[in-house]
């Protein structure tokens, strides 16, 4: 999540950046909002449409991180200055939020508690973190707390991506030094190669756990360099560089994106129908570095470059979500759960219960980041980046 004001060299604003922001930025909250339908507690009559829109919708939202890690492959590559000055800009406008944040999610079952709260309320925003919440102890609170520096908890599984994204910022001076310098043809060997690695997730769970030197041994094998995130980096730097048509839109980007969610969304089903599904094999066909989810999210950013935004409002509203992004990203996943519970509430139809949900949760997280900009000003982005 690149929480920087998107400039070009001249200095002129970016908009069609910040319109793939607002898309990644709306999807992964959409996405989130899915999550009481995928992990879905108990029994209902409508269970069977609860799991089918949950599936749907959460098939169609896996672009939401890879076009995260392509803005900033856009927007960062090739680095320029010192690594160090990178380093300290960077990571600590990431590094800061990260922990108060990681705090305030794992402290909340306890606070919970200490409110009087039902012990349920915490799967109301939180739908798969487990039995021990519900014990409402400072002592499992602590215990998870503890882990932050080896792993996030299930009480805030979207920080999953701000250990990727330091870990991103990182190694871009390293990768930037070979990008700056690569042809283009070096640069789609790369993505080529990136590409063949998209497909071990389906080799290692159907064909074997270890191909081209790996074994018991050694986890590092002959694409390893090539495989992971890092391919997003330079598939977001190159699109950036290169546009596409109407017609190629049309003919090659839309059988692209439907194909892509075709095996996303069959393949899901078909693993959440098996009697005794792993974790593993539940998230499978939702893995972000896989071939389908690539062919789905190439196609929506490189619509995304084709946006002409005219009215100065909206440009406005772009560049201050761009401010606001990184703290929408770190506050959200408190409202996706209890806007899902309002929407139940209130008796909207199940099929349009997740994006409803998704505008009201997007829209309080924005409004909220925004106004502590407005009332604290710079200081905000220690809390909230």
Not at 63 to 79: D, N, R, S, Y
Not at 256 to 267: I, P
Request: with cysteine; glycine share 8%; net charge positive.
């Amino acid at each position: 999540m690149e929480q920087t004001l998107t400039q070009s060299k001249a200095g002129q604003h970016i908009v069609w950046l910040d319109v793939a922001r607002l898309v990644a930025m709306f999807t992964v909250v959409c996405c989130h909002s899915a999550d009481p339908f995928n992990f879905f507690p108990g029994t209902s009559p409508d269970i069977e449409s609860i799991k089918f829109w949950g599936a749907a919708y959460g098939a169609v939202l896996r672009p939401c991180v890879p076009l995260f890690v392509m803005i900033t492959g856009a927007l960062l590559l090739p680095v320029r200055g010192e690594a160090s000055v990178f380093y300290k800009k960077r990571i600590p406008r990431v590094f800061f939020p990260f922990i108060i944040w990681s705090l305030i999610y794992n402290f909340f079952p306890w606070i919970t508690g200490l409110l009087g709260l039902n012990p349920e309320v915490i799967l109301d925003f939180f739908p798969y973190s487990g039995e021990d919440v519900m014990r409402q102890s400072f002592a499992v609170s602590m215990g998870y707390i503890a882990q932050i520096p080896l792993n996030f908890s299930l009480l805030a599984v979207h920080m999953w991506y701000i250990y990727l994204l330091i870990g991103l910022y990182l190694y871009l001076p390293i990768f930037s030094a070979w990008v700056e310098k690569a042809s283009e043809r070096a640069k789609l060997w790369f993505l080529a190669a990136w590409g063949v690695t998209l497909l071990l997730p389906y080799y290692n769970e159907y064909v074997s756990e270890y191909l081209w030197g790996g074994c018991s041994w050694n986890a590092f094998g002959m694409l390893y360099y090539f495989a992971g995130f890092n391919g997003y980096l330079l598939l977001g730097h190159y699109l950036r560089n290169h546009d596409w048509s109407g017609r190629q839109l049309a003919f090659i980007g839309i059988p692209m994106f439907v194909a892509g969610y075709a095996v996303t969304f069959l393949g899901f089903c078909h693993m959440t129908s098996l009697p005794d599904f792993t974790d593993e094999m539940l998230e499978l066909y939702f893995t972000y570095c896989s071939l389908n989810v690539v062919m789905m999210t190439v196609p929506v950013f490189v619509l995304c470059k084709r946006a002409n935004i005219k009215s100065e409002r909206v440009r406005r509203a772009l560049a201050n979500l761009t401010l606001c992004g990184f703290g929408v990203y770190m506050i959200h996943y408190f409202f996706t759960g209890p806007s899902v519970v309002l929407m139940r509430a209130i008796h909207i139809p199940i099929p349009l219960q997740i994006p409803c949900a998704a505008v009201v949760a997007f829209c309080v997280s924005w409004f909220l980041v925004a106004m502590a900009y407005r009332c604290f000003g710079k200081n905000t982005k220690w809390v909230l980046g």
